[in-house]
Structures are given as C-alpha cells and as structure tokens.
C-alpha cells in the first residue's frame, strides 16, 4: 500500500543507504588517490584524471535510475521487510552474512561469466566497465544499467530466501547491502592493503583486491566477485607467473603473462 511513510522509510531510507554506504566506502580510497599516502600497496598505476571523471558519470547515471526504482519498490520492499520482524541472532550473524555472501558470489560468477563468454552481451553490456583496465573505487558502481540490476538480483537472493523463511527487519537488510557495497569498493579500490586492512582478503576463500584487479588487468578468468574458491572450483582461476617463469625469484616481479583458464565451450558445457 502507498503510503508517505513507507515511501519515506522503505525507499528514501534503502536509497539513502545504497549512496551513503557507497560514498563511505569510496571516499577514504579518493583520499589515498590524491594525497599518494599508500602509493607503494597500489596493485596498478593511478588512473588518469579523465577516466575518474568517466566513472563518475557512470556512477551518477546508475544513482539516477535507482532512485525512481527504489521508490517505485519501496510497498513491495516493505512487505519483504517488515521492521517488525525478529532479526537474525548476533552470534550467527557472521555465518548468516557469509551464507549469503555464497548466493550472491555464484549469481555474480554465473552472469558475469555469461557477459564474458558471449560477445554481443560483452560489446552491449559489460565492455564499459572493463574500459577501467587499472581499477579504482569508484569504479565499483561504473557499470551499464543492466549490469547494476544484476547486481541488485544476485545481492537480494539471501536475504530474500531468509525472509521468506524466517522474517527480516528492513534495519538488518539495510546493514548487509552496506556490507556488500563495501566489498565491491574493496575489490576495486586499487589497493593491495595489508591486513587487517582487507578485511575481506583476511577471510579462507576470498581473493581479496588483487583477484579482481587482476581481472581487469587480463579481461578474464577471476569471474566471482568475492569468493576465489568458486574459481578454483570452476577452473578459472587466473594464475599470473612472473618473468622468467614461475620459479623466478622476488627480483623478477614484473608481471608479463597471465595463463588463460579453459573457456567455457558452450555445446559441451551448456548455459
């Protein structure tokens, strides 16, 4: 039902939590950027100033869109997530989040892998994002449209099927696509930042920030967004060998090949 208060709190309040969450997490990266301060964890060369100004256009372009949706949503978001609802219990929060971290990484690794493997919905949809070959934060959202809704789809596939099961407050919704906006400034922050820094490269079967750079590096393998182990699983893990062959030694850290992962043969794998 329409309402000026479920307008206001479902859909002002989601939005508001999508952008402040996103800025929050971009903000300390942007600071890095310009004042140098952690210059010798950067994985990649800094990004011109006019590929900056390309991903932010990108950024409030996707921004724009998502508010009117989000409004839009906000009855139906409300009948989701009722703010009545029992959240889940603390102590089992960190294993509910990772549960859901799960869902979200084989939706993520399953369409784009799909974008990557079929090239008119590469040329039309994911070749935008992939013109950032050296990532940084605010790339994380400079994506087509259509890439940001599957995003959104892959992100609401826990908490949905939690709520269906169990009931979710909108409070506890909200604090996981703050956690998952800030996992995808991480991996592409552009830093390679020691623990406990990456908080995300601390956890068993997360790549951390230098997996997905190193996707945009080579424009393939590394397909899941968080949770390297799918690709391990998958064999499309992308293994980079310094010069002179993987048993080169510290001296020789420049990267100059990446080994390709089998690709996906369409009539012997199927969709």
Excluded at 194 to 213: Q, S
Aim: aromatic share 14%; hydrophobic share 50%; charged share 15%.
């Amino acid at each position: 039902m329409w309402s000026y208060s479920v307008l206001l709190h479902y859909g002002v309040g989601t939005y508001a939590v999508l952008l402040g969450s996103y800025l929050a997490a971009c903000l300390p990266f942007a600071v890095l950027d310009r004042s140098g301060f952690a210059t010798r964890w950067r994985i990649q060369p800094s990004p011109p100033r006019q590929d900056v100004a390309a991903a932010k256009r990108m950024v409030v372009l996707n921004f724009a869109w998502l508010l009117p949706a989000v409004l839009a949503a906000s009855p139906l978001l409300r009948l989701l997530f009722p703010s009545d609802a029992q959240p889940p219990p603390l102590a089992s929060a960190p294993f509910t989040a990772l549960a859901w971290f799960v869902l979200h990484d084989l939706s993520f690794y399953c369409y784009h892998r799909t974008l990557h493997e079929v090239p008119w919905l590469y040329a039309s949809v994911h070749k935008p994002h992939h013109k950032f070959t050296a990532p940084f934060a605010w790339t994380s959202h400079a994506v087509h449209p259509a890439e940001m809704a599957l995003q959104a789809a892959g992100a609401m596939a826990g908490p949905l099927l939690w709520a269906r099961l169990y009931g979710l407050p909108v409070r506890a919704w909200w604090c996981w696509l703050a956690l998952v906006q800030a996992q995808g400034v991480m991996d592409h922050s552009g830093y390679d930042l020691p623990a406990p820094l990456d908080c995300f490269g601390m956890l068993p079967g997360f790549g951390g920030t230098r997996f997905h750079d190193d996707h945009h590096r080579y424009f393939t393998g590394n397909y899941a967004a968080a949770l390297s182990l799918i690709d391990d699983l998958m064999g499309t893990r992308l293994r980079v060998e310094p010069r002179g062959g993987a048993g080169a030694g510290r001296g020789a850290s420049a990267v100059v090949r990446a080994v390709e992962p089998a690709r996906w043969d369409w009539k012997r794998d199927g969709f």
